[in-house]
């Protein structure tokens, strides 16, 4: 199995638990700015709500990204208020012919106060251990 991670972040949350996940899968946490230039079978991809919306600039990454290169995204964040982008971001990889890996990894993030300390050390081990059942198959 190939993989990629990128992610979204403008709080560090989601970097934390990308970081974590890149280093079960033997792979660099990489930000959207990063092209996914090599075919991989799972593009794990950690974002956020931000204005009760996934952030443009993760639906102009998944706009971006080649059918023909990658097999399957995997949803994986964090957010205080809300609770899993895994509908919304299907939506922009269902515009480009990218399958949505049923399975993801959401958890608690802190914002302005809301949820503080997280995601914690625990939540990153949870990430890892989510990304490592991808390892497996």
Do not use: Q, W
């Amino acid at each position: 199995m190939k993989f990629a991670v990128r992610y979204y972040t403008k709080t560090g949350n989601t970097k934390r638990l990308a970081e974590a996940v890149a280093e079960v899968l033997g792979v660099e946490a990489l930000p959207l700015s990063e092209p996914v230039t090599e075919e991989v079978d799972y593009l794990f991809l950690g974002n956020s709500y931000y204005a009760f919306n996934i952030d443009p600039a993760v639906k102009n990454f998944i706009g971006s990204l080649d059918k023909n290169k990658v097999g399957k995204i995997v949803n994986f964040g964090s957010a205080a208020m809300l609770n899993s982008t895994y509908k919304k971001v299907k939506a922009e990889a269902d515009k480009v012919g990218i399958a949505m890996e049923g399975r993801e990894f959401h958890c608690k993030g802190e914002f302005k106060g809301i949820h503080k300390g997280r995601p914690n050390d625990d939540d990153c081990k949870a990430a890892a251990a989510f990304a490592k059942t991808f390892i497996a198959e």
